[in-house]
Nanobody, 125 residues
Framework: QKLLVESGGGLVQPGGSLTLSCAAS????????VTWFRQAPGKEREGVSC????????DYADSVKGRFTISRDNDKNTVYLQMNSLNLEDTAVYYC??????????????????WGQGIQVTVSS
């Protein structure tokens, strides 16, 4: 079965850090670009960060630039999202999505081949 599985979410205080992982199962993630999305209650899904198949290209939403870092380890079939200086507005369900076309895009309307099930990140004091 071909899956993307997110992990590493949870509850963190403002100013804290978390690292999310997106692990692929049943297929080789190094052929795919990967985008992290998030969706807060009552809000539209937002593209947060993306990375090309080899990791040579990345992009970030303005709201997370300088605070979040995306990376990948293709030997481990995993993409990471390091999130620092978290604030209340970062609270959301975070999803990863993989695109075999290899485009780095933050557009949630892009056609992705696989989506993870989502993981909750809550920033609260």
């Amino acid at each position: 079965q071909k899956l993307l599985v997110e992990s590493g979410g949870g509850l963190v205080q403002p100013g804290g850090s978390l690292t999310l992982s997106c692990a692929a199962s049943g297929f080789f993630l190094d052929y795919y670009s990967v985008t992290w999305f998030r969706q807060a209650p009552g809000k539209e899904r937002e593209g947060v960060s993306c990375i090309s198949p080899r990791g040579s290209a990345t992009d970030y939403a303005d709201s997370v630039k300088g605070r979040f870092t995306i990376s990948r380890d293709n030997d481990k079939n995993t993409v990471y999202l390091q999130m620092n200086s978290l604030n209340l507005e970062d609270t959301a369900v975070y999803y990863c999505a993989a695109d075999v076309k290899g485009f780095t895009t933050l557009d949630p309307l892009n056609t992705f081949d696989y989506w993870g099930q989502g993981i909750q990140v809550t920033v609260s004091s």
